[in-house]
Every structure is written in C-alpha cells, then in structure tokens.
C-alpha cells in the first residue's frame, strides 16, 4: 500500500506562488501516472495536473495551463507543484494521487488512481 503525504498548502493573496510537495512511501518511476487534485468549496473533486513518472509526459487542465507546474523528483520519490498567478478560484483541498502503473497514458478520470493522500488546504484571497 502506497502512502502519500502532501504540504506546503497555505493561504495567500491573489496573483502570489506556493509549491505542494507529495512525498511517497515507496518508488513510483514504473511507469506510474501521478498528479494532483483538488476539491474547492461545495464543489467535485476535479484534476489539476498529471505526469507519468518514466516518461516525464504532462498533462493540465484547461484552468492551471500556464500557471501550474507539475514535476516529480524520482530519486525522492517526491511530487511537486508549482502554482503561479494564483487566483481565488484555485482555492481547495488539494490531493495527490498515483495509479498503480498499469496504465500507458495518464487519464483525468479519477478512477484510475489507486492512491490518495489525505490533502493540503490552498486558500487565495482576493
């Protein structure tokens, strides 16, 4: 069983950076699909970016394109994201996720991620 443990959630202004940082239990470059989540107020858990950790191939959402960076530093087992320019609708719990490394592209549909950590509150003022 894969733990994840997320950080670096904050409250900041509008237009400020934080970076979240996932930290897994166990090695995760065999191909595993990785990335991050969020679930705003009285809103679905949505997906924010992905990466598949032998590749290095990204994937983001139409909402955090240009502002968001995701990255994965293997030798860590470590899972980053860079958030920039935040806005108060990126406000939320947000989650990292890694599938179990069955998949040969990393899908948005949240059912392909087997693990979950418990969530880091991001929350942006305007």
């Known amino acids: 069983q894969v733990q994840l443990v997320e950080s670096g959630g904050d409250s900041v202004q509008t237009g400020g950076s934080l970076r979240l940082s996932c930290v897994a239990s166990e090695y995760l470059n065999n191909g595993n699909c990785v990335g991050w989540f969020r679930q705003g107020p009285e809103k679905e858990r949505e997906v924010v970016a992905l990466i598949k950790t032998d590749t290095g191939r990204t994937r983001y959402a139409d909402s955090v394109k240009g502002r968001f960076t995701i990255s994965v530093d293997n030798a860590k087992n470590t899972l980053y994201l860079q958030m920039n320019t935040l806005k108060p609708e990126d406000t939320g719990v947000y989650f990292c996720?890694?599938?179990?490394?069955?998949?040969?592209?990393?899908?948005?549909?949240?059912?392909?991620?087997?693990?979950w950590g418990q969530g880091t509150q991001v929350a942006v003022s305007s």
């Open positions: 996720a890694a599938d179990q490394g069955e998949y040969s592209v990393c899908l948005f549909a949240q059912k392909q991620y087997t693990y």
